[in-house]
């Protein structure tokens, strides 16, 4: 029997790519959302609301400003998806930050504390 995925899970796949690549080449000009790098995307099964997670490296980069610039360039990403993923509607975008790298560092942090009090 052959694997089915839902058009809403290709679709996040695509947005991860595209959003990620406009940051990479510089196409969004806010200078805030170039230092944002995007983690992943979900997308509702109805393709109407999609959240788009996102992260930074640098821990003194501040989340908020990177989330006001991505924000700021909102509309210009939803017009190059819409060209690029050929839909007529594309989901509304929401813009998230990702904690999900920072809770892993802490964990590791603490794993490595009760390593080295044993």
């Given at each position: 029997?052959?694997?089915?995925?839902?058009?809403?899970?290709?679709?996040?796949?695509?947005?991860?790519?595209?959003?990620?690549q406009m940051i990479v080449k510089g196409e969004i000009r806010d200078p805030r959302a170039s230092l944002a790098f995007i983690t992943g995307a979900r997308v509702?099964?109805?393709?109407?609301?999609a959240n788009i997670y996102f992260s930074v490296l640098d821990d003194s980069t501040?989340?908020?400003e990177v989330l006001k610039g991505l924000?700021?360039?909102?509309g210009f990403i939803k017009t190059a998806l819409s060209k690029r993923l050929k839909m007529r509607k594309l989901p509304d975008l929401q813009f998230k930050h990702d904690t999900a790298l920072e809770t892993g560092y802490k964990v590791d942090e603490v794993l490595r504390e009760i390593k080295t009090d044993e």
């Open positions: 029997m052959a694997a089915t995925f839902k058009r809403s899970a290709r679709i996040s796949d695509l947005i991860i790519k595209e959003v990620s509702s099964d109805n393709l109407s609301n501040d989340k908020e924000e700021s360039a909102k």
